[in-house]
């Protein structure tokens, strides 16, 4: 892969990053704020449903904040890019659609078809 490539890819990462660190710092500052006193239940339940989904969010958030770092260890390591079954280029628009990815998209393919098949 080109310098070029690689330093875009390193660039959208690492915003990405911060993005979702800074997301994370909101939503622990909003949590550790004085509870609200709801007088009727179904104000309290809202509540804790917006904030239940938040926080759903926030852990999906954080999966994807560990791929993102990982995915920046391969540039720096030279990998990044490469298929992790077939070793075979993953091609640029897959990885601007999914720059995370560690699998090009006929090793993907294959293995959702087989998570299909065996109902994973």
Do not use: W, Y
């Amino acid at each position: 892969m080109k310098k070029e490539d690689l330093d875009f890819f390193r660039n959208l990462l690492t915003n990405r990053l911060q993005e979702l660190l800074s997301h994370a710092d909101s939503t622990v500052t909003g949590m550790t704020q004085p509870k609200e006193n709801f007088a009727d239940p179904t104000d309290r339940a809202s509540h804790e449903a917006e904030r239940s989904f938040e926080l759903r969010i926030r852990d999906r958030e954080h999966k994807l904040i560990k791929k993102i770092k990982k995915a920046i260890v391969r540039i720096e390591n030279e990998t990044f890019g490469i298929c992790e079954v077939c070793e075979e280029n993953i091609s640029i628009d897959r990885l601007k659609a999914r720059p995370v990815t560690t699998q090009c998209i006929d090793c993907k393919t294959r293995e959702e078809d087989m998570e299909k098949a065996l109902g994973i």
